[in-house]
């Protein structure tokens, strides 16, 4: 079936980078958009941005340009988010999510499990 | 930045409809889609394009659109409904953003 597997829960410390991974599987890899999604204990939804996994382009939310990198491996169909410069604040679950285009539109159609990242000294 | 605004809560009884809104002043141009997300669940798509079921979701759900405001609207609300949704659109740049959800409460 059609998933996104992410990878398992991270904790770092304030200054340090996290990379997680979202293997996709069930679905031709390079036909359909990957977004990252964030969501802090509690609180609403936060979009960070989305790749091409067939170009690689990138387009990332304001918020995070400078301090997020999305990238991909093809021949694993796996696509990557890093984030940098870890503060408390990005304590969060971290999703990602296919973009379902063009049948859903820009809908985020299939979604990882999340994975939690925890920043803390 | 754009936003979308979302009543932070709406408690219905079994049976009854649950309407929930999402105003945004792009959302005469852009699709709008929502979400139901349970406790420590992942997000699942509920409507897409505005109005649009995927399959597998209940036919009680559907979306619909007017000026600057979509609405969901969940009839014969069943107490497996009880969840948080989020509407979610793009501005004019292509960027996304999620309105701050609303915490539906099945009495």
């Known amino acids: 079936q059609v998933q996104l597997v992410q990878s398992g829960a991270e904790v770092k410390k304030p200054g340090a980078s996290v990379k997680v991974s979202c293997k996709a599987s069930g679905y031709t890899f390079t036909s359909y958009d990957i977004n990252w999604v964030r969501q802090a204990t509690g609180q609403g939804l936060e979009w960070m941005g989305w790749?091409?996994?067939?170009?690689?382009?990138?387009g990332y939310a304001q918020k995070f340009q400078g301090r997020v990198t999305m990238t991909r491996n093809t021949s694993i169909s796996t696509a990557y988010m890093e984030l940098s410069s870890l503060r408390s604040e990005d304590t969060a679950v971290y999703y990602c999510?296919?973009?379902?285009?063009?049948?859903?539109?820009?809908?985020?159609?299939?979604w990882g499990q999340g994975t939690m990242v925890t920043v803390s000294s | 930045s754009y936003e979308l605004t979302q009543p932070p809560s709406v408690s219905v009884s079994p049976g009854q409809t649950a309407r929930i809104t999402c105003s945004g002043d792009?959302?005469?141009?852009?699709?709008a889609y929502w979400y139901q997300q349970k406790p420590g669940q992942a997000p699942v798509l509920v409507i897409y394009?505005?109005?649009e079921r995927p399959s597998g979701i209940p036919e009680r759900f559907s979306g619909s659109s007017s000026g600057t405001t979509v609405t969901l609207t969940i009839s014969g609300v069943q107490a497996e409904d009880e969840a948080d949704y989020y509407c979610q659109s793009a501005d004019s740049s292509g960027t996304r953003v999620f309105g701050g959800g609303t915490k539906l409460t099945v009495l």
């Open positions: 394009k505005d109005s």
């Open positions: 999510a296919r973009t379902g285009f063009p049948y859903y539109g820009d809908a985020f159609d299939i």
């Open positions: 790749m091409n996994p067939n170009s690689g382009n990138t």
């Open positions: 792009a959302l005469p141009k852009q699709y």
